[in-house]
């Protein structure tokens, strides 16, 4: 079992950044890779972006790329996605999410999910 934790959400200007932070524990050892993915409000949950956790590889969803950047800290068994250049309709619940399979990164079935962190985007 997996045990996932967000945290770094919260409330910010149109144009601001935010980095999110997800720490993973319990079976740690059996990660191949983890997500973010996002809820907005009346919307289906979508994904955002993916890192592998022993190479580090990425995967993107168009509507983020060039404005965030998902990095891993191995040690610290925790995953980040720093969110720049923010706009209101990337208000949502953000949520993390493991999986052990190596499967190809447009496969958004993760085995694990964490609660969700809050962020909302003031214009």
């Known amino acids: 079992q997996v045990r996932l934790v967000e945290s770094g959400g919260g409330l910010v200007q149109a144009g601001g950044s935010l980095r999110l932070s997800c720490a993973a524990s319990?079976?740690?050892?059996?990660?191949?890779?983890m997500g973010w993915f996002r809820q907005a409000p009346g919307k289906e949950r979508e994904f955002v972006a993916t890192?592998?956790?022993?190479?580090?590889?990425?995967y993107y969803a168009d509507s983020v790329k060039g404005r965030s950047t998902i990095s891993r800290d191995n040690a610290k068994n925790t995953v980040y996605l720093q969110m720049n250049s923010l706009k209101s309709e990337n208000t949502a619940i953000y949520y993390c999410?493991?999986?052990?399979?190596?499967?190809?990164?447009?496969?958004?079935?993760?085995?694990?999910w964490g609660q969700g962190t809050q962020v909302t985007v003031s214009s």
């Open positions: 999410a493991a999986d052990s399979r190596a499967i190809v990164a447009t496969d958004y079935r993760y085995n694990y």
């Open positions: 890192i592998t956790w022993s190479v580090g590889r990425t």
């Open positions: 319990g079976r740690t050892s059996s990660i191949y890779r």
